[in-house]
């Protein structure tokens, strides 16, 4: 009875060490940067003072300028560091990568310990066929996990994806700002930052009325939520919560059921699906 005994306890201690492993690795893997998503278009002093404000540079800190996404990277960069240089005293650097300097180790290395990154908008597919597979790739996900902010516009916001919208449409061979129509097998998608999982993120939103778009990403990756983000407005994310800035609305979508897909031109329905619409202040969770 005693040796029972001396099991049980040896086995409760045994269960509950596995329970403290376990719950501190989940701590561990929680990352402790925060993301800065802008949904593109004018980017007031205001919004602007909320990403300095959420980044919290120190005396000794830097910003990045990411302008890879950008044909004219001087001009993207130009632009961030005038309206940049107003609102904090910190040195404020560009690094244009490019598929040799992608693995330079003393670039990534000033890229990996800065305390904000900022990605251009331009083409997210330029930007991630620059960084895919680099040290340069690698860098952003540690400076993330040690507490660096990213932040990013139009396509700097979609690059923070793990399944990024290009922006083609598979069934069209002309671009067009947004999709005509809900079709499966239409969007086109590759690899992103994957700094947000299960997220598909698209810019501009209201402005460009980019609904087709977005409905056509949850009919490819219908586990995943759509979040649209308008011009002149950010999501502040910190791990699985979501705040809303700036200026206008987001529009989440989530949940699509009864998808049917029809061979005719494509064309899907869906029965069913949830929707909301956030503004400043207001906060959502992810997955």
């Known amino acids: 009875m005693l040796k029972l005994t001396h099991s049980l306890l040896y086995f409760k201690f045994f269960i509950g060490l596995l329970a403290f492993l376990f719950c501190g690795s989940l ?13 593109g278009g004018h980017r007031s002093d205001a919004l602007m003072t909320q990403l300095v404000t959420l980044a919290d540079l120190g005396k000794k800190d830097y910003v990045v300028v990411l302008p890879m996404s950008t044909e004219e990277p001087d ?10 240089e107003k609102l904090t005293p910190n040195p404020i650097v560009m690094l244009n990568f490019d598929n040799t300097t992608a693995f330079n180790k003393v670039l990534n290395d000033s890229l990996q310990n800065a305390k904000l990154i900022f990605i251009s908008g331009g083409d997210q597919s330029r930007f991630m066929n620059v960084v895919k597979n680099t040290p340069t790739f690698t860098a952003i996900h540690h400076a993330y996990k040690n507490g660096s902010t990213i932040a990013g516009t139009s396509a700097g916001a979609a ?12 069934l069209e061979s ?8 809900i079709r499966y097998d239409n969007l086109e998608t590759t690899i992103g930052l994957g700094l ?3 997220v598909i993120i698209d810019q ?10 977005l409905l056509s990403a949850l009919i490819e990756f219908p586990t995943h939520i759509g979040i649209g983000i308008d011009e002149s407005t950010a999501l502040i994310v910190r791990n699985k919560e979501i705040e809303i800035v700036g200026e206008s609305e987001v529009i989440v979508v989530k ?29 959502f969770k992810i997955k």
């Open 159 to 170: 690059v923070m994806c793990e399944h990024m919208i290009t922006g083609n449409q598979k």
């Open 174 to 181: 002309k671009y067009t700002e947004t999709f005509n129509n």
């Open 27 to 39: 701590q561990a893997q929680k990352t402790k940067g925060k993301l800065f998503i802008i949904g």
């Open 196 to 198: 947000v999982k299960n």
């Open 75 to 84: 001009s993207a960069y130009i632009y961030f560091k005038k309206q940049f």
């Open 255 to 283: 949940k699509p059921k009864g998808i049917t897909r029809f061979k005719k031109e494509n064309l899907v329905s869906i029965k069913s699906l949830e929707m909301a619409v956030y503004h400043e202040g207001q906060k």
């Open 204 to 213: 501009h939103f209201l402005k460009r009325s980019r609904y087709n778009r």
